[in-house]
């Protein structure tokens, strides 16, 4: 049994320990989906076991579960994984070329493995947790297993994704148990307290509906498609993701191979929302995970003469917005990477925190202030988009 921590808040009964899983499949989808809750809906068993179709450098998952021996419901757990972390992915062109530049000399300078708990998806809390299981609790359950997982894989480093504040509910767990907060880049959110798209774009001061309008009616040649069921895309989702990948200068992480996208258009929850050119061509899509309230935006693809001479990017931005007014979604969630269209639709910076864990204190202190500093995210202020 797990000591100290089920007794953290009082009147907690002891409770199972975690177990590190072989993977997803293992776990029964029923029992881990019981728990997850309204804004989790990227670490359901579905969209876990299909985003673990990824290509990370060195990625084993291994899921955090606590599971009650007598009928099997899950009261804690989180998805969690080996991979090798590339810090030379920082969010300044500078560093990342001067440190590309000292990798010639030095193969391998400043990748690191290390274990993660949580999802990739920005604003989404990592700790599920059963009924009358506190956060602090759950957190406590995954976070000693997760400890006890890194330290059989060899692994000096432990990440735990990512959070609005670096207080709240498992703030208290992660520094009892060692961690420390790092700041990582914000999430842009758009509000939707509207009727209709209609509403939206009167809600906007002038010069940002100018701007809306401007692009859906400078790109009348792509008409919107939505689509549940998208594996016979899954070749050419990849292909534009990919080029969206290579380009990137932001955060660059996961590469998302066909049978990703295959297994995620399998799930109820996941569609794509496309912008097809008249010869039915796609110039843009969005990869969308149902989550009501919340309507996540995971992923995008389109080449660079698209975004630059069709305007399917910014259009895209617009479109999403108008999906999730027309399908009653309370928020989206349009994720951490270019952030300026986001916030010409009215979209408002969240800053996030990772907290990180190593066993040996001294690089903890430096990995802490590289994160909270170089190597940490620049500033991003909000707009004033809306009259009110």
């Known amino acids: 049994m797990l000591r100290g921590v089920a007794s953290a808040e009082g009147g907690t009964p002891d409770l199972p320990p975690a177990e590190a899983a072989p993977g997803i499949e293992s776990i029964e989808a029923e029992a881990w989906d019981a728990i997850a809750a309204p804004g989790q809906g990227p670490l359901r068993h579905g969209y876990v076991a299909a985003w673990s179709r990824a290509e990370l450098p060195g990625l084993v998952p291994r899921p955090l579960v606590a599971s009650d021996p007598e009928d099997g419901h899950v009261v804690a757990g989180s998805p969690a994984y080996f991979y090798d972390l590339d810090m030379a992915v920082t969010?300044?062109?500078?560093?990342?070329?001067?440190?590309g530049a000292l990798r010639r000399i030095v193969p391998g300078l400043l990748v690191t493995r290390v274990f993660e708990i949580g999802s990739s998806t920005p604003l989404v809390p990592p700790f599920l947790r059963g009924p009358g299981v506190s956060t602090d609790t759950a957190a406590g359950l995954v976070l000693e297993e997760g400890m006890r997982e890194a330290s059989r894989g060899g692994v000096s480093m432990i990440i735990v994704q990512n959070f609005e504040t670096p207080d709240g509910g498992s703030a208290g767990a992660l520094r009892r148990f060692g961690f420390t907060p790092v700041p990582i880049p914000p999430t842009v959110i758009v509000e939707l307290p509207f009727d209709s798209f209609d509403e939206y774009l009167a809600a906007m001061r002038s010069q940002y509906r100018r701007r809306a309008r401007k692009t859906i009616e400078g790109s009348q040649h792509l008409r919107v498609e939505h689509r549940r069921d998208f594996a016979e895309l899954a070749p050419e989702l990849a292909r534009l993701w990919r080029l969206v990948y290579d380009r990137a200068d932001e955060v660059k992480r996961e590469i998302l191979p066909e049978a990703y996208f295959r297994a995620a258009s399998e799930l109820e929850e996941t569609s794509i929302l496309a912008?097809?050119?008249?010869?039915?061509?796609?110039?843009?899509?969005?990869?969308?995970?149902?989550?009501?309230?919340?309507?996540?935006?995971?992923?995008?693809?389109?080449?660079?003469?698209?975004?630059?001479?069709?305007g399917a990017y910014f259009r895209l931005i617009y479109e999403i917005v108008r999906h999730a007014i027309e399908h009653d979604f309370g928020t989206v969630n349009l994720g951490i990477t270019t952030v300026e269209p986001k916030l010409d639709a009215g979209g408002i910076p969240v800053q996030l925190y990772a907290w990180l864990r190593h066993r040996r204190p001294r690089l903890q202190r430096v990995f802490a202030a590289l994160g909270a500093g170089p190597f940490g995210p620049p500033p991003v202020e909000p707009r004033n988009v809306f009259k009110s």
Request: cysteine-free; aromatic content about 14%; hydrophobic content about 45%.
């Open 91 to 99: 969010h300044s062109p500078f560093l990342a070329g001067a440190l």
């Open 275 to 310: 912008l097809r050119r008249e010869d039915d061509s796609i110039a843009s899509y969005a990869l969308l995970l149902d989550d009501q309230p919340w309507l996540h935006f995971l992923f995008t693809g389109f080449a660079e003469a698209a975004g630059r001479e069709e």
